[in-house]
């Protein structure tokens, strides 16, 4: 992933920590935004504890409504509704209504054997042109020796925090990096300024005439939406790398093959793998890892597979496929080393790996990138940009 003549950097342990941790050290105006909504979190049911997620308006109104409350009722009547009810019962009813819950479940070491015996990167070949194509000629005539993704276009149609840091790490390479995100669909506005550095951020229908010029000039498109959305669209992956030769298709879900069209996010995934169960603080309330893990992993995976392919695309051509999700992810974290006990508590200081930024008028305070030697650029306000590359 680096240039030619770059030498490969060690990693600061506590410098990448930093940056998994990018939400948590965020800053706007001097003041910590609100990363979590009070629907979202752990709730006690009769018979164990679920996991919500309500940090959109859609998914809060669709918790209320699943348990049948008003509009207007606060945290703590869901709290009390929940104690009243059953995990499936209240898991159904939130899904059933438009919302996000899980059960927290223990781990299941048999499942994820299974999972792990999958690529942790679906990556396969889509086309058999050996012609590398007209998008690797031009970024290859127009890449510079500095960055080694200098030239290269990326469309980003992801939101929340895996998609975004895959597409941040590419525009820290040197990609020109376009986030889309639809008109209609809200976005809370410090998450892009978590997510957004490098990269420019449109609001455009992907019905649009402007959007297919966008795409008919992409190297690469990176996806967050769940493939009922896409197939709607008609931006399924290989119908995109067929009518696209050259197109290199990054795909993120969270759940992976199984369970394509389920939508969710890291902290369910957690909590329904049995993350939540081994983080628990006392063996009773459930816990969650110190960090947004799985999606930031994801998001550097997916990263390092575009990376990858594009330089295979300017050597054999074709057009090429990776997907991951975020429950492969934890598979992958469940099946490694663990301590037997919690390891001691160590005060570190994240300064030396922050960074500031003005942005629309506010001072904005991030993680620098994972790997010393690069430096983000200013976020853009979400959605300032004109759709043009």
């Not at 990363?35 to 049911?45: A, H, N, Q």
């Amino acid at each position: 992933m680096l240039a030619a003549g770059r030498s490969p950097a060690a990693l600061d342990p506590d410098r990448v920590a930093t940056a998994y941790r990018s939400d948590r050290v965020l800053m706007i105006d001097g003041s910590a935004p609100p990363v979590w909504s009070p629907f979202s979190g752990f709730w006690r049911t009769t018979d164990g504890w679920i996991r919500t997620h309500g940090n959109y308006p859609h998914h809060a109104r669709g918790l209320r409504a699943g348990l049948l409350l008003p509009d207007d009722a606060d945290a703590g009547t869901v709290r009390e509704a929940l104690a009243m009810r059953t995990t499936a019962d209240a898991v159904i009813g939130i899904m059933s209504a438009g919302g996000l819950a899980v059960q927290v479940s223990a781990e299941t070491p048999a499942t994820d054997r299974v999972l792990r015996e999958g690529p942790l990167l679906d990556i396969r070949r889509v086309d058999a042109s050996r012609h590398p194509g007209s998008r690797a000629a031009r970024a290859t005539a127009v890449r510079r020796a500095e960055l080694p993704l200098q030239g290269i276009r990326v469309l980003d149609l992801t939101r929340v925090i895996a998609g975004p840091v895959c597409t941040r790490t590419l525009a820290l390479l040197g990609a020109d990096v376009l986030r889309i995100d639809p008109p209609h669909l809200p976005e809370p506005g410090w998450q892009h300024l978590d997510t957004g550095h490098g990269k420019r951020s449109s609001l455009l229908d992907a019905r649009s005439l402007r959007f297919q010029e966008l795409l008919a000039e992409a190297d690469a498109v990176v996806l967050g939406y769940r493939p009922v959305a896409l197939a709607r669209l008609g931006l399924q992956p290989e119908m995109l790398a067929r009518r696209h030769p050259g197109l290199v298709v990054a795909q993120l879900s969270a759940w992976g093959a199984a369970e394509p069209d389920r939508a969710g996010f890291d902290s369910l995934v957690q909590a329904a793998s049995g993350i939540a169960i081994i983080e628990s603080p006392d063996g009773v309330r459930p816990g969650a890892l110190p960090a947004q893990a799985l999606d930031h992993s994801a998001g550097y995976l997916l990263a390092a597979a575009v990376t990858t392919l594009l330089e295979r695309r300017s050597r054999e051509g074709g057009s090429w496929y990776v997907g991951t999700s975020l429950r492969r992810v934890a598979a992958e974290l469940l099946g490694m080393p663990r301590r037997r006990e919690p390891g001691p508590d160590v005060e570190r200081d994240f300064r030396p790996h922050l960074a500031q930024f003005h942005v629309d008028g506010r001072t904005v305070v991030t993680s620098r990138p994972a790997l010393a030697g690069l430096e983000f650029e200013a976020p853009h306000a979400w959605g300032s940009d004109q759709p043009v590359w």
